[in-house]
């Protein structure tokens, strides 16, 4: 699905949502909280951590996270490709290799690795939903985990087979480790899209559940003003 939200109406974008809404009718088992991962860093001295983190639309995922409390940074990019077609109107033809993903920089003194991921399977996307999340389709929209290193993706293992042990949810979860993969920013225009949009039909449809989820399941992390890329330094 191109986002290029201009180029909708706002009927045509709310009849999309809500129809996809009641297609999914009970199946749809919304947010709900997750236990804490069994397994996660010790990461004594450290002052800042990244981890790139995808599943659908970027929009979304950068506006969760920069309404958690010890996240420093979260950038809107691409991630799986090469940097010569990290370009969102090549990356939506799905033959890129990149996903729409985040770059999530935090302070390890005020959350956990471990935390980030589970919110980020909790409220931030379906991880269940193989190349797709919500109305956007294509492995553009996968859910996936590019570690900065070893450690997280050991963490990021041990807590996707933890969740599946326990069935935490009904299907399968999909999420893939990525490793070795170079995250690259998007453009301007999709920085902040959630804050600066509120009103749009696609973020009150799709994304602001998600914050509203986040400020129900994780009220200790949860910070009102989001930290923004538009403010940054």
Same mark, same amino acid.
């Given at each position: 699905?191109? $986002?290029?939200?201009?180029?909708?109406?706002?009927?045509?974008?709310?009849? @999309?949502?809500?129809?996809?809404?009641?297609? *999914?009718?009970?199946?749809?088992?919304?947010?709900?909280?997750?236990?804490?991962?069994?397994?996660? =860093?010790?990461?004594?001295?450290?002052?800042?951590?990244?981890?790139?983190?995808?599943?659908?639309?970027?929009?979304?995922?950068?506006?969760?996270?920069?309404?958690? $409390?010890? +996240?420093?940074?979260?950038?809107?990019?691409?991630?799986?490709?090469?940097?010569?077609?990290? %370009?969102?109107?090549?990356?939506?033809?799905?033959?890129?290799?990149?996903?729409?993903? +985040?770059? +999530?920089?935090?302070?390890? *003194?005020?959350?956990?690795?471990?935390?980030? @991921?589970?919110?980020?399977?909790?409220? &931030? %996307?379906?991880?269940?939903?193989?190349?797709?999340?919500?109305?956007?389709?294509?492995?553009?929209? *996968?859910?996936?985990?590019?570690?900065?290193?070893?450690?997280?993706?050991?963490?990021?293992?041990?807590?996707?087979?933890? @969740?599946?042990?326990? %069935? &935490?949810?009904?299907?399968?979860?999909?999420?893939? @480790?990525?490793?070795? $993969?170079?995250?690259?920013? &998007?453009?301007?225009?999709?920085? !902040?899209?959630?804050?600066?949009?509120?009103?749009?039909?696609?973020?009150?449809?799709? =994304?602001?559940?998600?914050?509203?989820?986040? $400020?129900?399941?994780?009220? !200790?992390?949860? *910070?009102?003003?989001?930290?923004?890329?538009?403010?940054?330094?």
């Amino acid at each position: 699905m191109n $986002k290029q939200i201009t180029l909708w109406s706002a009927a045509a974008l709310c009849a @999309l949502a809500i129809g996809f809404t009641a297609a *999914r009718g009970l199946a749809d088992e919304g947010p709900r909280p997750l236990p804490l991962p069994a397994v996660d =860093e010790m990461a004594a001295g450290v002052e800042s951590e990244t981890v790139v983190l995808a599943g659908g639309c970027f929009w979304g995922m950068q506006g969760v996270f920069q309404h958690v $409390k010890g +996240v420093t940074s979260a950038v809107s990019g691409y991630t799986g490709g090469e940097q010569r077609t990290a %370009h969102y109107d090549v990356v939506e033809t799905g033959a890129t290799g990149h996903a729409e993903s +985040v770059s +999530v920089t935090f302070d390890p *003194r005020q959350i956990s690795y471990g935390k980030i @991921l589970q919110i980020y399977f909790s409220v &931030a %996307h379906d991880p269940t939903e193989l190349n797709r999340q919500g109305p956007d389709v294509g492995t553009q929209y *996968r859910s996936a985990i590019f570690p900065a290193n070893d450690e997280q993706a050991r963490i990021a293992q041990a807590y996707i087979q933890q @969740l599946g042990q326990a %069935h &935490a949810y009904s299907g399968a979860i999909v999420t893939k @480790l990525e490793a070795g $993969k170079t995250f690259y920013s &998007a453009e301007g225009y999709h920085q !902040d899209f959630m804050t600066l949009n509120p009103h749009n039909p696609y973020i009150v449809y799709n =994304e602001l559940p998600k914050i509203a989820a986040l $400020k129900r399941l994780f009220p !200790d992390f949860y *910070r009102t003003d989001p930290t923004r890329v538009s403010t940054a330094g």
